[in-house]
């Protein structure tokens, strides 16, 4: 493939970087989860 | 009772703290934001200066005056792309129109014969002498179906999509 | 990523997460392998395929922002939920935004020649960017979460204005930027069979995406109001206790 760097590497930057956004915001969803209880949660 | 504010610190929980510890953060953001703003505003109008000409509009629209720094745009003339000692020349052309292009070094990008670009630079003496060029793509797709297609096979594909 | 035991999660959102994780890997196989390579660009115009999904997921996200903004401000409905989902499209479509920028730029590099130029549509996307970097520090510059709903709902009516503005931008001024290939009125569509398949592979594929990350960013967002608002609580607990001691 012809310029595979540019080509592969706008892949990599697509999803990674919407992988690292999911993960930022799931570990925080989580770590403020201990501080809630149940009823702060309506979609459980 | 005493409602007043106190220090965040002898308030447990993070997000309390988190909030405070953030304010001016956002309001930082926010200004940077309107001065990049403006930036780019300004960028876009300044860089408009150069008029945006077709090449069948060079002396005939006003603003696109011979000698006055414009933006052409043609079509890369079939068989006129040659490049002698570091420099391109090719004839640009759009509605039966044609100029000259003089550019010094490689355009670089998918450039070649056949494909609409746009170059920078003044008219001189029925030469245009450009220090920008930008290939612009049109927005067909055709599917290549063998890969180890030549350089030679690669210009005549750009024509037949060019030619519709 | 999407399924695991979080706090944001639900069975739809965790069956959507497997489905679009499956599609995201078949999108990946079809842009970077399958799809034929274009006659002028060759390989160069796999980048499409994350590009234009990227930068439709972004208006899709603005115009959610607004339509939600506009129903708060309505009146008829004033659940903070309608803010949070504001909030949470608009922190996607930033990203979203950042991804189509970059990767055109990439494109650019290799098709024009050039990373950047100050164009119509370049500036114009740049500016939309930048305006809802705005929108989120508007949102975090405090008060009560009624203050914040309100004042990001009406920045948000203002802000949607600019996508049409940029959609049109190849239209209203000549420039390098190829008009819109698929999303245009005209029905001739100019791109071949498995070029288009995997085009709109990628549109879907995003669609999902998006979808699944609104409604758990929604959803996390939730979580820190509710953190925020018992640490005000408790706060107030703490004084009246003591204020009783006294």
Not at chain 2, 134 to 141: L, T
Not at chain 3, 126 to 147: D, K, P, S
Request: with cysteine; hydrophobic share 45%.
């Amino acid at each position: 493939m012809e310029h595979a760097t540019f080509i592969i590497g706008s892949y990599v930057l697509t999803f990674g970087s919407i992988a690292t956004y999911i993960a930022w915001f799931l570990r925080r969803s989580r770590a403020i989860d201990k501080f809630l209880d149940e009823k702060d949660k309506p979609w459980t | 009772m005493d409602l007043s504010p106190r220090s965040t610190s002898d308030v447990t929980p993070q997000g309390r703290s988190t909030r405070s510890r953030q304010k001016w953060l956002p309001m930082v953001i926010v200004a940077v934001a309107i001065v990049a703003g403006g930036v780019v505003v300004t960028r876009f109008l300044t860089s408009a200066i150069d008029y945006y000409c077709n090449v069948d509009e060079i002396g005939v629209r006003s603003g696109c005056d011979e000698g006055r720094r414009i933006r052409v745009q043609g079509v890369v003339v079939e068989g006129s792309l040659s490049k002698v000692s570091g420099a391109t020349t090719f004839d640009l052309s759009f509605h039966n129109k044609t100029v000259s292009v003089r550019y010094e070094g490689d355009p670089g990008g998918v450039f070649q014969e056949c494909i609409p670009v746009v170059a920078h630079g003044r008219l001189e003496e029925g030469l245009f002498a450009s220090d920008r060029i930008e290939v612009k793509h049109s927005n067909e797709y055709v599917e290549k179906n063998d890969t180890r297609l030549q350089q030679s096979d690669k210009e005549a594909a750009a024509c037949s999509v060019q030619e519709g | 990523m999407p399924g695991t035991s979080t706090p944001t999660g639900t069975r739809a959102t965790r069956v959507l997460g497997v489905v679009t994780l499956a599609f995201s890997l078949w999108l990946i196989v079809f842009g970077l392998v399958v799809s034929a390579e274009d006659v002028v660009q060759g390989s160069t115009v796999r980048i499409m395929y994350v590009h234009v999904p990227s930068i439709w997921v972004a208006y899709v996200a603005f115009a959610l922002t607004a339509v939600v903004s506009a129903v708060y401000l309505s009146g008829k409905n004033r659940s903070l939920a309608w803010d949070r989902v504001a909030g949470a499209s608009a922190e996607i479509g930033v990203l979203f935004v950042a991804i189509s920028l970059v990767t055109g730029s990439l494109w650019g590099r290799l098709t024009w020649g050039t990373y950047w130029v100050w164009d119509a549509r370049l500036t114009s996307t740049a500016f939309l960017f930048i305006t809802y970097i705005g929108y989120l520090a508007v949102r975090g510059l405090g008060g009560t979460f009624r203050q914040r709903a309100r004042r990001s709902a009406v920045l948000a009516l203002l802000a949607v204005l600019e996508i049409p503005l940029v959609h049109f931008s190849v239209v209203i001024w000549r420039s390098l930027h190829q008009e819109s290939t698929v999303a245009n009125s005209g029905t001739d569509v100019e791109l071949d069979g498995l070029m288009l398949f995997t085009l709109f592979l990628g549109i879907v594929t995003f669609t999902m995406l998006f979808v699944w990350m609104v409604l758990h960013r929604q959803r996390s967002l939730a979580l820190q109001d509710a953190v925020d608002s018992h640490g005000l609580d408790v706060a107030i607990e703490q004084r009246r206790q003591e204020a009783e001691a006294r």
